[in-house]
């Protein structure tokens, strides 16, 4: 199985700040990484797929980017609904395997 | 537009049974390959198992921990996925999500709530 590793955790951030959240994978995955977001009692919302793709409806401001084995999550400019959990999931094959989640809060 | 509905979830006791549903329209179902997610509370999604297009030969796996509990299956006359949960246990208590995977996106269902307890 593929493994994705989350970094960091946990990320304290203010409000217009840039945000970056990583995601590195066991083995190459080429672009199958899809980002998600969440928030408390939702169903997780994908915000960019194919490493870099933003999802109809996603603000500009989360972006996508890597390939292979390392990636990340952009949020050029932190907005007060942006306060969620954060999830990278692999679909280069079976099992789908998730990150274990990067959770951003108000500092 | 792409739906999936997710519905059957319920309180049940360890051991026992439940049968979840997950009504899909939208896209060409027949061809599509599927999979279910699961949640459970405070915790990442974790995927338990997909089932591909009877084209592609209807096959199924499944994560260690419901192998031989757990069944995927479909009927594509109804446009339906079902995930039948035998031998229930606490640990399996989670928001039950239908997926539909198409390449480098997936689909998610509302969820489905199922909780064990005794």
């Known amino acids: 199985d593929i493994q994705l590793t989350q970094s960091p955790s946990f990320l304290s951030a203010f409000v217009g700040d840039r945000v970056t959240i990583t995601c590195r994978a066991s083995q190459g995955i080429s672009s199958y990484l899809a980002w998600y977001q969440q928030k408390p009692g939702k169903a997780p919302k994908v915000l960019i797929y194919a490493a870099s793709t933003l999802q109809s409806g996603v603000p500009s401001r989360f972006s996508g980017s890597g390939s292979g084995t390392e990636f990340t999550l952009t949020i050029s400019s932190l907005q007060p609904e942006d306060f969620a959990t954060y999830y990278c999931?692999?679909?280069?094959?079976?099992?789908?395997?998730f990150g274990q989640g990067t959770k951003v809060e108000i500092k | 537009e792409v739906q999936l509905v997710d519905s059957g979830g319920g309180l049940v006791k360890p051991g026992e049974s439940l049968s979840l549903s997950c009504a899909a329209s939208?896209?060409?179902?027949?061809?599509?390959?599927m999979s279910w997610v699961r949640q459970a509370p405070g915790k990442g999604p974790e995927w338990i198992g997909h089932i591909s297009s009877n084209p592609d030969g209807g096959t199924t796996d499944y994560i260690a921990s419901v192998k031989g509990r757990f069944t995927i299956s479909r009927d594509d006359s109804k446009t339906t996925l079902y995930l039948q949960m035998n031998s229930l246990k606490t640990e399996d208590t989670a928001m039950y999500y239908c997926i539909w995977n198409d390449g480098g996106l997936d689909y998610w269902g509302q969820g489905t709530l199922v909780t064990v307890s005794s």
């Open positions: 999931q692999q679909l280069a094959s079976y099992p789908r395997t």
């Open positions: 939208g896209f060409t179902f027949t061809n599509a390959w």
